[in-house]
């Protein structure tokens, strides 16, 4: 027989005596039992050896700890040995089994009037519940691992419940060690890393959260409400990070891999990602996730979170309607994408919309849109459909309005040329510091296209088919703003012509008129009210 006494963080001790060979951990089938989540469920060997005894340690998570030091196997063991398993410290009493020692119980209590050499180590919280996370994980696929023919047919509601049944039952050998919540709220966290979305769940459900940026598994960041900053939520490890990006980009044909370590690619309710991994992102597997909340938003959404005044939406709703090329640009997270969800709204229902974008973030209120979305190239390198193929195919599906997601390169002309050729109305989006910023890059962008067409009609193409930029910016404060509106007025000594209409006040915090009044309103007459006629005269 051998004793043994048990020192635990809060306290409290716990005396044994078992007779050797025995096995220690938190498992029922071990006969030195501590139920302690931090303890692994076979964690040392107490064996009988030639020189006395030897303590070995069973490839616990932990580790286990002798004089302060790590170990995998200590012998021969001698009653000064203090051992750190988990939550508690422990002493073993080998002279009890012999004769000539004094017996068990009078050297425990020997002992318990001293004071312990090296205290049991304690483990931060947060490092120890992520532990335990990525142990429930590994076996939970695992588990379904050995039935991948059943659960390849079952519905995810199905699929879940399964989970969920599966890492209970790998929970219960943590008797006692959980609360009620505790318990509820790890299954939650396991399920939704294993077959979801991980600790990005909750945070996708929350409607102050407009950015999610996973830099590695242990390090999140959000935006709130236009401010970044730091998140505690954290995933398991590595791999947790690379099965959500597989099972996000999969079902869209998308891949990544080594060959291809980056991914553009959308979640169900159309907010988009991005996905880095080894070895582009050095730090692990990284992933950035733009959330559109511009469901039910429109103009009226706009004006009440001031993006722009009552009387800038009453004319860009004009504009729409007046078939304008408007071209929306701005800097990344200043507001784009929802602006142009805002302006095809407005598009008149009798008239048909064809969107094309590289990944599909459109999310427009309106009863006849066509959406095409661009398509990689596959592992072999062939298959891809690129926005030019797209656009050059929209011509053929009568469209009355293009709506390109996002212009970034030679899909600039043939845009260009649909504007020109009878698609008036039609609206996109680039990045751009300034609306004459806007013209540069897109003249950049159609040179790129090698179509050998001299600088001056590539400017003239340009003058004829936008009609309308709209600088959108984000303020220091997070805010989403118009910034300026300029019309293009026609070209002139080979120069493009604009004139600005209005510009951020800082302050009323607003664009406001430049009392220039637009050249439009020449043509469309009897269509423009008063009121428009008289705010933009009013500067």
Known sequence: MMDLLIVYEDGRRERMRHAVPFTLGRGIECEAR???????RRHLRITKVIDGYQVEDLGSLYGTRVNGRKFSLHAPVVESDEFVVGPCLIRLFPAACEKKAPTGDVAIEALESQTLK??????????????????????????????????????????????IQC??????????????????????LVVDEAIGLGVLEPMLADPFITEIMVNRYDEIFIERQGKIEPSQAQFSGEQAVRGVIERIVFPLGRRLDDASPT??????????????????AIRGASMTIRKFTNKGIDFDGLVKNKTLSEELAQFLKLCVR?????????????????????????VPPGQRIVTIEDSAELQIN??????????????????????????????????DRIVVGEVRGPEALDMLAAMNTGHEGSLTTLHANTPRDALSRLETMILSAHAGLPLNAIREQMGSAINLIVQQARLPDGRRVIHDVAEIVGVESGCIQMQTLVAFDRQSGLATP??????????????????????????
């Open 322 to 346: 007046q078939r304008m090329n408007i071209l929306v640009s701005g800097g990344t997270g200043s507001g784009k994408t929802t602006l142009l969800n805002v302006l095809a709204s407005c």
């Open 263 to 280: 991914v553009d690619a959308r979640l169900r309710d159309g907010s988009r990602i991005n996905a880095v991994i080894p070895p582009i």
């Open 514 to 539: 430049l009392a220039l009044m637009p050249q439009c309103f020449e043509h469309w007459g009897a269509e423009v009210d008063s009121l428009l006629l008289h705010w933009f005269a009013s500067a």
């Open 118 to 163: 090296h205290e049991p180590i304690p483990i931060s919280p947060s490092i120890a519940f992520r532990e335990m996370r990525r142990e429930l994980h590994a076996g939970l696929i695992k588990a379904f691992d050995l039935r991948r023919n059943d659960i390849a047919t079952l519905s995810e509601k199905s699929l879940r419940e399964q989970a």
């Open 167 to 188: 890492v209970s039952a790998l929970l219960d050998d943590h008797v006692n060690v959980l609360t009620g919540d505790q318990r509820k709220e790890l299954i939650d």
């Open 366 to 399: 309106h009863p006849h849109v066509m959406a095409l979305e661009a398509r990689p190239e596959n592992a072999e390198g062939r298959g891809a459909v690129n926005l030019r193929a797209l656009v050059k195919n929209a011509l053929r599906m009568r469209p």
């Open 34 to 40: 501590v139920p302690h989540w931090r303890v692994a």
